[in-house]
Nanobody
Framework: QVQLVESGGGLVQAGGSLRLSCAAS????????MGWFRQAPGKEREFVAG????????YYADSVKGRFTVSRDNAKNTVYLQMNSLKPEDTAVYYC?????????????????WGQGTQVTVSS
């Protein structure tokens, strides 16, 4: 079992930055691929970024590539999402997710554990 708690969301102006954190508990955290997803009102949850268990590989949705950076600190059982150059269309609830095993994944169904989400609102 892995429990996930996100933090760091808030209100920011367009062009600003936020850093989200996801604190994980559970002995297998360092073995999990981790992902960030987001869900805007009236839309489906979508993949944002992922990072493999060692941090050796990161991958991103085209819509955030070059602006967002995912990282992890296995010693702290924490994964981060640094978001720069934020746009109003980035407004959503952001979710942290953990995937059993070490393979990558971009679908909601690929992930087994989810946090409760944190709201990010970008004003124009």
């Amino acid at each position: 079992q892995v429990q996930l708690v996100e933090s760091g969301g808030g209100l920011v102006q367009a062009g600003g930055s936020l850093r989200l954190s996801c604190a994980a508990s559970g002995r297998t955290f360092s073995s999990n691929t981790m992902g960030w997803f987001r869900q805007a009102p009236g839309k489906e949850r979508e993949f944002v970024a992922g990072i493999t268990w060692s941090g050796g590989r990161t991958y991103y949705a085209d819509s955030v590539k070059g602006r967002f950076t995912v990282s992890r600190d296995n010693a702290k059982n924490t994964v981060y999402l640094q978001m720069n150059s934020l746009k109003p269309e980035d407004t959503a609830v952001y979710y942290c997710a953990a995937k059993k095993g070490r393979s990558t994944g971009v679908a909601v169904s690929d992930y087994d554990y989810w946090g409760q989400g944190t709201q990010v609102t970008v004003s124009s």
